[in-house]
């Protein structure tokens, strides 16, 4: 799939093929998708814990469960959860930038070099940020929902569906031995769809004009219609929800599950 | 008649049927049925729709806010109720779903999950 229709086709997917199983080197790729995305100083913050849905004890599944989360996780077949390991940048000492500058992507163009990340990086700005939770919680959420956001289009690119969902933090760290360091954030449920692709269609968004701007504030970004209509081509912007059968598919997945009009 | 047409009355179910047209195009016709199953859970635990959901709320100086533990009660009494229905297992569920949508409709959030999850041998 080209990359901008794996953007448009990306929706979060809440009715999964509950007894059709993700192959194995699918579940890597995604995670190969995770581990590749950019970040600070180049510490990698994100941890997945993967979980075969069919492998937990019913009564850890039933732990794991939130009141809004609870059918999705019963759905789908595989659970990665995901986390921030919050002693990342302790423990690199700035070592990750360093290894920047060894293999050629911070270099003294630049004003880097190993003296400047010992001496100012490290003692005056990553140091520093380790001892203030606001900071470094924020640091790591960013830099974790882009990895997150990676596995996620990834999971498109290979044919499943997949979204982001709450579960039990504490349940989750008793049950899969989670370090108390790792910074609980989402699970990604992934499997195959039970909706169809379009799963009603791409879901609403505040106008473009609101969102982004030029120059300043208050002066919107002028969208061109002519590149509008090009990713429309290229599939990238698609016919938003709701499509017109959207709630007779809604009804037939409920009534083929047994769950609540 | 006059018992029915109160019950049809009460407040919450008439939002419920109201948002279920809405969000649904549920023909009338079925509202029958769902009101039978309504009627049934009523008289299996002892109370009306609207005191059924007043229960699952409660008043905090924030606003009214869910009653967890009693949502968790009557989401106990919905399976509970289901399970005792005679019939089969389909007949079973659409019992527990229709109940579950009253609730659901009035602004209690409760997920059942899959109710034809094969049972691990």
Same mark, same amino acid.
């Given at each position: 799939?080209e990359?901008k229709?794996? !953007?448009?086709?990306?929706? =979060? !997917? ?8 993700v192959?194995?080197?699918k !579940?890597?790729? !995604? ?8 970040c600070?100083?180049n ?8 979980v075969?849905r ?5 009564e850890?599944?039933?732990?794991l ?9 019963e759905l789908a077949?595989?659970?990665m ?11 690199s ?8 500058i ?6 003294? =163009?630049?004003?880097? =070099? ?17 001892r203030?939770?606001l ?8 830099d ?6 990676q596995?996620?289009?990834a999971?498109?690119?290979?044919g499943?569906?997949a ?9 989750a ?9 790792w ?6 449920l992934?499997g195959y769809p ?8 791409q879901?609403p968004?505040?106008?473009?004009g ?6 300043r504030?208050?002066?919107?970004w002028?969208r061109?219609?002519h ?9 990238m912007?698609q ?14 997945l409920?009534?083929a ?5 | ?12 179910v008439?939002?419920w ?5 809405r969000q649904t ?14 009627a049934?859970?009523c008289?299996y635990v002892g ?7 007043a ?5 905090t ?19 509970a109720f289901q399970r005792q ?15 579950r949508?009253?609730l ?12 034809y999850r094969?049972?691990?041998?």
């Amino acid at each position: 799939m080209e990359f901008k229709e794996v !953007i448009g086709r990306r929706r =979060s !997917i809440r009715y999964f093929v509950p007894y059709r199983p993700v192959e194995r080197e699918k !579940i890597q790729t !995604i995670l190969e998708a995770a581990r590749l995305a950019s970040c600070a100083v180049n510490a990698t913050f994100l941890r997945a814990i993967v979980v075969q849905r069919d492998d937990l004890a019913p009564e850890v599944l039933e732990g794991l469960k939130t009141p809004v989360s609870a059918l999705n996780l019963e759905l789908a077949p595989v659970h990665m959860y995901f986390y921030g390991d919050l002693r990342t940048l302790q423990e690199s000492r700035g070592n990750t930038l360093k290894e920047l500058i060894e293999v050629g992507a911070l270099n003294p =163009s630049h004003g880097w =070099s190993h003296a400047f990340v010992d001496e100012v990086v490290w003692k005056q700005v990553i140091e520093p940020l380790t001892r203030d939770p606001l900071k470094l919680v924020g640091a790591v959420a960013v830099d974790c929902g882009v990895a997150i956001c990676q596995a996620l289009l990834a999971a498109f690119d290979a044919g499943l569906g997949a979204c982001l969902s709450a579960f039990e933090p504490q349940r989750a760290q008793a049950a899969f031995g989670v370090p108390a360091h790792w910074m609980p954030l989402y699970a990604m449920l992934v499997g195959y769809p039970a909706e169809s692709w379009e799963a009603g269609g791409q879901r609403p968004r505040p106008p473009f004009g609101e969102l982004y701007f030029e120059g300043r504030y208050g002066n919107p970004w002028r969208r061109d219609p002519h590149v509008v209509a090009r990713l429309t081509a290229a599939k990238m912007l698609q016919d938003p929800a709701p499509l017109p059968w959207r709630q007779e598919e809604v009804k037939t997945l409920a009534r083929a599950f047994g769950l609540p009009e | 008649m006059a018992a029915a047409d109160a019950f049809r009355q009460q407040t919450t179910v008439h939002t419920w049927l109201a948002s279920l047209q809405r969000q649904t195009q549920l023909a009338p016709p079925a509202h029958q049925e769902h009101l039978h199953i309504l009627a049934a859970f009523c008289a299996y635990v002892g109370q009306s729709p609207d005191a059924i959901i007043a229960a699952c709320f409660r008043d905090t100086p924030e606003g009214k806010t869910l009653h967890s533990r009693n949502r968790q009660h009557y989401a106990a009494q919905i399976d509970a109720f289901q399970r005792q229905v005679a019939g089969d297992l389909r007949q079973q569920v659409q019992y527990g779903r229709v109940v579950r949508s009253f609730l659901i409709h009035n602004g209690v959030m409760l997920q059942a999950g899959w109710q034809y999850r094969p049972q691990r041998e």
